[in-house]
């Protein structure tokens, strides 16, 4: 993500119908994520998150308390937050391999359980309990489909533009945890 300002970001964002409010016969998940934008949200969510950023590492703490890599070496990711509790969330890892046949639809077995595993995208409305530092995510679409109409709460420290959260432990006992820097 690097050479991207927050101004060319913006842009494709609104150049892809992100930033724009849905149509009439916009999808239900479209709709629902209008109307929690058009939602009260608290001053905290627009001073301390609101902005773009891009990820620094995607670990994973084990239970013996080695770390490990969740998206590969060197993966790569956006996090948008807008000023109505809006959000977007990319991670990828940057060693998933091309598809042999250059097209999405002829991909083999294991191609696309790389492409699954090694990416995880949604999108929804937050909300930030600065008091307790956690963010509530409610997510409206997802790459995981089990995840759509969910909600997690995901504590947070945020500190000299850095922003980690610390999911909470898988049923293998690992813990996710993410950093991300905030673009100026």
Known sequence: MKG??????AA???ATG?????????????????SAADAKVSPSVKSELTGTWTLDYADVIHPDGSRGHDYGEKP??????????????QIFDTARPKFAAAEKAKG??????????????????IAVDTATHIITFNLVGSTYP???GSTRKIPYTLSNGLLVNK??????????????????
């Open 4 to 9: 991207f300002t927050r101004t060319t970001l």
């Open 12 to 14: 494709m964002l609104i």
């Open 18 to 34: 992100v930033l724009s409010a849905p149509s009439q016969g916009a999808p239900p998940a479209l709709t629902a994520l209008a």
């Open 76 to 89: 790569i990711g956006i996090l948008i937050i807008d000023a109505s509790g809006n959000y977007s969330q």
């Open 108 to 125: 083999t077995e294991e191609e696309y359980k790389a492409a699954t595993i090694g990416a995880s995208s949604h999108f929804g409305t």
């Open 146 to 148: 089990n995840q759509e």
């Open 167 to 184: 999911s909470p432990a898988r049923a293998n006992g690992d813990v996710p945890v993410t950093e991300w820097k905030r673009l100026p």
